[in-house]
């Protein structure tokens, strides 16, 4: 919870406990179907009747499922909040799954593959996320039109009766609130939710190698990714602050190389991503067929030259971008309660904007490159998209 | 709220400063709103501002594109720009301390260079932009939609323009483009958030008071209804993505608001009628219908996006439902809901000093006018039925131009 007296909002994140990693072998996309069919009636409400309400209050929603949760949130005028928290209790602890409407949910899901597709962004990161982590970590939340055509009322009875449990289940309260008043609120909603989760996670290596998915599209899409730390590790602030050297900002390395400098395309980016115990690198771009190949040789090399280290320069200028970032967090309760349950699930506890500028002061190029030297870029897995495979060989030969 | 303070001033050069000043604020938003966009252009340059848009970033006498790229990261900001249809937006979101700074950056490069050879590379990145929006859904049926709409209206044409417009485009047109639409009084500043106005107002007189101003004219007719069905095969897609046009309220029309009320009950992403009849049962991926409001003339644009083999069914569900709300028009429960929808996220939105600025900058655009947040709110809960009513009279959803782009050919009455 955090108190942000200066707003007229409030937020909330609810993470259940039902991601697509605890997807049956067999199923993949039961989480992504079951948060689909929970949002058909719950407690006294149909599913018509329940949405009126929130649009009542004037709730500003969403729900995803993720690799290790499906995520409720929703946004209100303060006064709300009581009641937009007592709306969230019936659709996790008392959904309907009304059998009769299981061939549109069905539907729904099915829709939803085809769409994906036709994304070939979307369809390019689903298959860098299968060779990011062990599975079940890298498995997308949709499944497959095999496993959609597969499921049975049952299975989606089965997954709320086993998932949508408080363990490892965060409730995160940002806004115009008072301690007291929502802790009550809490305790009056959610006070009598019970459950554990039975089974355990086994983890399985990923798919090795680089791949290419042949496809008649104007652009190539260009996936690198190779391991790094999780949010939890001690660097990992070092290890972010050079991909933010890396990527952040329009005097970015790979903004200023590949686009500025040299025209090669119009979105390149790369990130950091982390779950709980694991941790990655991963960039892309997308690019016309002929200018691909020089497109990833730019990018590898603006990647491995991470490993000789960072400027100061360019730490100032990503200090104060992050500085911004933190700062204007304050204006969103939305944003806020989204951190703090991602915090609590990754860490186990919150980091405050204090803690987090500390942090950020803390962080110095020497510390960066320490850490850079120590550990260079490597072990890179090419993924591509296009019309045409690409030469992986500037991918190839880590230092050992 | 009471702190909060409307500051308006005219430069010298007759540039317009608008600014919503809140000192209680913990950043500043900046933008410069220049009206001009792709109804602009002539066919020959068409993609013109978009690609200027790119240019502004390109250097100026005094610092080079490295250097404007590395000052705005320096002092912090989030800054990006945009262009429309009639607009072209250049925008800092920074730390209070900032403000003067990101001011004196943002102004300096809205007076570029266009380096010949920076030239030659940025339009690389827009062909590359515009390959992009080639590969992704709808696939072009967008620009498609809006040219048979709006057939010769200057609305027509497409923003990004096409790789032929932009691959022969020369920086000479460029800019005489430039000269002849980025005069002082064809651009506004606007600012939300913790704003130091007068020490802005200073700044500028001293650093852009020298702009020309000089007459820039726009046509604005109204569009003319259309009805035209357009289908267009894509054999790599697996979905058939349906956009259509209606005609709707202008800009300056007053009943822009039960315009936007009929939206989100008629098409809104959740708890509307499209999506109880279509995406709640499976039918379409998805369906959404909004307005939007240009000079003069205005839309209703709806996309939806099905498996190939409904796309019959859904076109003619889509003139059902249409038919239905323009018969019997909408329930006093759907309105109700619509206007707590409207209301709480304008006041959700508001919380951000970067959205206040994008919303003061475009109503001052569109129709020289400042909103508090509260009186806004009132305009949407004083709309009623018979308001909506006569929204859909004047411009009835049911005459639309379709375009359905997907794996096969559509034959459709």
Not at chain 1, 146 to 155: F, G, R, Y
Not at chain 2, 261 to 289: C, T
Request: net charge negative; aromatic share 8%; hydrophobic share 35%.
């Amino acid at each position: 919870m955090q108190q942000m007296p200066w707003l007229e909002s409030a937020a909330l994140s609810i993470l259940v406990p039902a991601g697509s990693q605890r997807d049956p072998a067999n199923l993949p996309g039961l989480a992504n179907f079951t948060a689909e069919m929970v949002q058909r009636g719950c407690g006294s409400y149909n599913s018509r009747e329940y949405v009126d309400q929130l649009d009542r209050l004037g709730a500003a929603r969403s729900a995803s499922v993720t690799n290790s949760h499906t995520r409720f949130s929703a946004a209100v005028p303060a006064d709300h909040l009581t009641d937009v928290l007592a709306l969230y209790k019936e659709l996790i602890c008392a959904p309907h799954l009304p059998e009769e409407q299981l061939e549109d949910s069905r539907m729904v899901a099915f829709q939803e593959l085809l769409a994906m597709e036709d994304d070939l962004a979307q369809k390019l990161l689903r298959e860098l996320r299968k060779r990011l982590y062990p599975d079940p970590y890298g498995r997308s939340s949709t499944g497959t039109l095999e496993s959609v055509q597969a499921m049975t009322h049952q299975d989606i009875v089965g997954h709320v009766t086993n998932y949508y449990v408080p363990e490892n289940a965060v409730i995160s309260i940002a806004g115009k609130i008072i301690f007291e008043d929502v802790i009550k609120a809490v305790e009056q909603s959610f006070g009598d939710w019970q459950g554990t989760i039975q089974t355990e996670l086994l983890e399985t290596s990923p798919p090795e190698g680089h791949h290419h998915i042949q496809h008649d599209s104007s652009q190539t899409q260009i996936g690198i990714v190779y391991p790094s730390i999780p949010y939890s590790h001690p660097d990992y602030f070092l290890a972010r602050s050079a991909i933010g050297v890396l990527s952040d900002g329009m005097s970015s390395r790979l903004f200023t190389e590949v686009r500025e400098k040299r025209g090669l395309c119009y979105t390149v980016y790369a990130m950091c991503h982390t779950i709980k115990n694991h941790g990655c690198v991963l960039a892309y771009a997308g690019t016309t067929t002929e200018r691909a190949q020089e497109t990833l040789d730019v990018m590898l090399a603006q990647i491995r030259r991470l490993g000789d280290g960072i400027f100061e320069d360019e730490l100032k200028r990503l200090k104060a971008r992050i500085k911004t970032g933190l700062i204007m967090q304050q204006e969103s309760s939305s944003s806020r309660s989204v951190s703090m349950a991602s915090d609590w699930h990754l860490l186990g506890r919150v980091r405050t904007l204090e803690e987090l500028s500390d942090l950020l002061d803390q962080v110095n190029t020497e510390a960066i490159n320490d850490y850079l030297s120590a550990n260079p870029p490597q072990q890179f897995k090419v993924i591509t998209l296009g019309q045409q495979a690409l030469d992986t060989s500037k991918a190839e030969g880590d230092k050992v | 709220m009471s702190v909060v303070e409307f500051r308006h001033h005219t430069l010298s050069n007759g540039l317009d400063v608008v600014a919503e000043c809140n000192p209680n604020a913990y950043s500043t938003g900046l933008a410069y709103f220049v009206k001009t966009g792709s109804r602009d252009e002539t066919p020959e340059i068409s993609g013109v501002s978009h690609f200027l848009e790119h240019m502004v970033f390109k250097g100026t006498p005094t610092r080079t594109a490295e250097q404007v790229n590395q000052q705005l990261d320096e002092i912090g900001s989030q800054s990006n720009a945009f262009t429309s249809e009639e607009q072209t937006v250049y925008y800092c979101a920074v730390l209070p301390e900032y403000q003067l700074d990101a001011l004196e950056l943002l102004s300096d490069i809205l007076r570029p260079l266009l380096r010949q050879e920076d030239f030659a590379t940025e339009k690389q990145v827009i062909l590359e932009e515009i390959a992009k929006y080639d590969d992704q859904p709808p696939f072009g049926a967008h620009e498609k939609a809006l040219a048979l709409h709006f057939q010769n209206h200057p609305l027509g044409k497409s923003v990004l323009g096409t790789r032929e417009t932009v691959g022969a485009l020369t920086s000479t047109q460029m800019l005489e483009y430039f000269n002849r639409r980025y005069s002082a009084g064809n651009i506004v500043l606007a600012m939300a958030g913790n704003v130091n106005f007068d020490a802005v107002i200073t700044q500028l007189e001293d650093q852009i008071g020298h702009w020309k101003n000089y007459d820039t004219q726009r046509d604005t007719p109204r569009a003319q209804p259309n009805s035209a069905f357009h289908s267009i095969e894509k054999a790599s897609a697996h979905q058939q993505y349906i956009i259509q046009i209606s005609n709707g309220p202008a800009a300056e029309d007053n009943n822009r608001y039960a315009s936007r009320l009929l939206g989100l009950i008629f098409g809104d992403e959740s708890n509307s009628r499209l999506f109880w009849e279509m995406i709640d049962p499976g039918k379409a991926e998805y369906a959404v219908v909004e307005p939007s409001e240009y000079q003069g003339t205005g839309t209703f644009l709806s996309y939806l996006c099905c498996q190939p083999k409904n796309t019959e069914e859904i076109l003619d569900l889509y003139q059902t439902l249409a038919g239905d709300i323009q018969s019997n028009g909408v329930t006093d429960q759907e309105l109700e809901l619509a206007k707590n929808k409207v209301c709480s996220h304008i006041v959700l939105r508001a919380e951000r000093a970067a959205s206040r600025m994008f919303g003061i900058g475009n109503n001052w655009v569109q129709r020289g006018e400042y909103a508090t947040v509260q009186e806004s709110i009132q305009r949407f809960q004083s709309v009623t039925r018979q308001d909506i009513a006569e929204v859909l009279e004047k411009y009835p959803l049911t005459q639309c131009t379709s375009v359905a782009i997907g794996p096969t050919k559509i034959e459709h009455k």
